[in-house]
């Protein structure tokens, strides 16, 4: 069974950066596509990014598109997330959950089609 671990957070100033790390065991990542979505107090998870299994298609939240990057590594079980000029709106908890699917332009809109997912890592960015 997938296990993913997510890696990363932790508090910036709104400009910063961080990259965030998913980490798989258990399966071979290579056959699932993987998301970050996110979950802000009070309010619902929402699909940040996603990719899918070669790592040729991703697609990206319109709030985070041009400062975000998703990327994955096949070889050492790995996804990332690069963020750039992060903002406070971005604060929240992160978490990648990977599924045997593939990747649309509306993949983001459910966090449903990804059966693993892993624990979050929180992400604050404040002054």
């Known amino acids: 069974q997938l296990q993913l671990v997510e890696s990363g957070g932790g508090l910036v100033r709104p400009g910063g950066s961080l990259r965030l790390s998913c980490a798989a065991s258990g399966a071979i990542l290579d056959y699932y596509a993987v998301a970050w979505f996110r979950q802000a107090p009070g309010k619902e998870r929402e699909g940040v990014s996603c990719?899918?299994?070669?790592?040729?298609?991703?697609y990206y939240a319109d709030s985070v598109k041009g400062r975000f990057t998703i990327s994955r590594d096949n070889a050492k079980g790995m996804v990332y997330l690069q963020m750039n000029n992060l903002k406070p709106e971005d604060t929240g908890i992160y978490y990648c959950?990977?599924?045997?699917?593939?990747?649309?332009?509306?993949?983001?809109?459910?966090?449903?089609?990804?059966?693993?997912w892993g624990q979050g890592t929180q992400v604050t960015v404040s002054s």
């Open positions: 959950g990977a599924g045997l699917v593939a990747v649309l332009p509306d993949t983001l809109s459910s966090d449903a089609p990804f059966g693993s």
């Open positions: 990719i899918n299994s070669s790592g040729a298609i991703d």
